[in-house]
């Protein structure tokens, strides 16, 4: 059985690519066959897990906008079992290039059926934003991960996510479902941290993952050396969660 997850957040910054990578590179480790979808113009995943963007033939732009065949686009990475699909910057134009064309919002569900029996698990990494990109995102996918930063205003913009969601599933996938909540960045050594918690656990009860994911130093450092955790540093806290993360995530299978 294959499984498409879509991280996804409109906020920045609040652990999306860190957990693509991570997330995959440690279900990778454990002997899955695992697909990062990197749908962000930013393409940190494709930078963050090795790739370098002036080598890449086809990325995700070509599959949305030009009906490249996705087996044209999927590279290999330093992780064994872990592939790719990458994104350039050439992504930037395809939010507004996407709007006038037919069946906008499948484009992404229709090329990774092409090679989603090839895989145990598809990871999408979703930009920052609710726009066509994410719906394609939610569209293609059979679950939401959603990652939330412990602080302040960890909360807000949830509900927009969460109607986002729920017209997605009236419209395009009815099928659609959260897979979980995952608590990210989180300092013990702040009260703060704590009632993020309390009030996340309240709101979401039991989708919340078990595995909280703290701050950790090697997890920031890893995407400069183009590494996932499991190989820059495998003994690192870091590294310990996210393979606590993919046993919870199997767990759910
Ligand atoms: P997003 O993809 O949601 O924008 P990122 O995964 O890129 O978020 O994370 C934002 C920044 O925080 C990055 O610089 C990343 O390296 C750092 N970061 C993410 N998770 C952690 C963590 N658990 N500990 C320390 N730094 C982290
Ligand atoms: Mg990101």
Redesign the pocket.
């Known amino acids: 059985m294959s499984k498409i997850i879509a991280i996804t957040?409109q906020?920045?910054?609040?652990?999306?690519?860190?957990?693509s990578v991570n997330l995959g590179a440690s279900l990778a480790s454990m002997g899955k066959r695992v697909l990062l979808v990197d749908i962000?113009p930013q393409g940190?995943t494709t930078s963050g897990i090795g790739i370098n963007k002036a080598d890449v033939a086809n990325c995700i732009y070509d599959i949305l906008i030009n009906d490249v065949h996705p087996k044209d686009a999927i590279l290999e990475t330093n992780v064994p079992n872990l592939k790719i699909i990458p994104a350039t910057i050439q992504l930037a134009g395809a939010e507004i290039e996407l709007v006038p064309t037919i069946s906008r919002e499948v484009r992404l569900k229709k090329a990774l059926h092409l090679v989603k029996h090839q895989f145990d698990y598809i990871l999408i990494?979703c930009p920052?934003s609710l726009g066509i990109l994410t719906i394609n995102s939610l569209t293609a996918a059979d679950s939401v991960l959603i990652?939330i930063q412990c602080e302040y205003y960890a909360l807000e913009g949830l509900s927009q996510l969460l109607n986002t969601v729920r017209l997605v599933q009236k419209h395009l996938n009815t099928t659609l479902q959260i897979e979980g909540v995952l608590l990210?960045?989180f300092d013990a050594r702040t009260n703060l941290g704590i009632q993020v918690i309390e009030e996340v656990k309240k709101y979401f009860q039991q989708k919340v993952y078990q595995t909280i994911?703290?701050?950790?130093?090697r997890?920031?450092e890893a995407?400069s050396h183009g590494q996932s955790i499991i190989t820059y540093d495998p003994r690192s806290k870091?590294a310990e969660v996210y393979l606590e993360l993919a046993k919870e995530v199997i767990s759910y299978e």
């Open positions: 957040n906020k920045g910054g609040v652990g999306k690519t860190t957990t962000d940190n990494d920052p990652p990210t960045m994911i703290p701050r950790n130093v997890l920031s995407p870091g």
